[in-house]
Nanobody
């Protein structure tokens, strides 16, 4: 059974940083694209960042550029999201996602992903 498990969320003050991790089990994703999304209260889930299978190509939602950095460690079957300069409007449940297909590029839409984690709460206080 494939599982994606996010960790690293929590409560942080505005201006602070968090690093989210997402570790996969049940199959390797070392040859598959992965991504991060978030869902704020009362809003739809939104794309944050995607990374290709090798880690050599990444993309970000415009509002995240410069503050968030996605990376991956294929040996650990894990993808990360480093979040800096956090703002109260970053409060949301953060989800990682992975594609079943091999290789390809980066993907910014939900339908591109086949597996999802359960989410981790990030709360930024003002």
């Amino acid at each position: 059974q494939v599982q994606l498990v996010e960790s690293g969320g929590g409560l942080v003050q505005a201006g602070g940083s968090l690093r989210l991790s997402c570790t996969a089990s049940g199959r390797t994703f070392s040859r598959s694209a992965m991504g991060w999304f978030r869902q704020a209260p009362g809003k739809e889930r939104a794309f944050l960042s995607g990374i290709d299978w090798s880690g050599g190509s990444t993309n970000y939602a415009d509002s995240m550029k410069g503050r968030f950095t996605i990376s991956r460690d294929n040996a650990k079957n894990t993808v990360y999201l480093q979040m800096n300069s956090l703002k109260p409007e970053d409060t949301a449940v953060y989800y990682c996602a992975a594609r079943a297909a091999y290789y390809g590029g980066t993907y910014a839409y939900e339908d591109a992903y086949d597996y999802w984690g359960q989410g981790t709460q990030v709360t930024v206080s003002s």
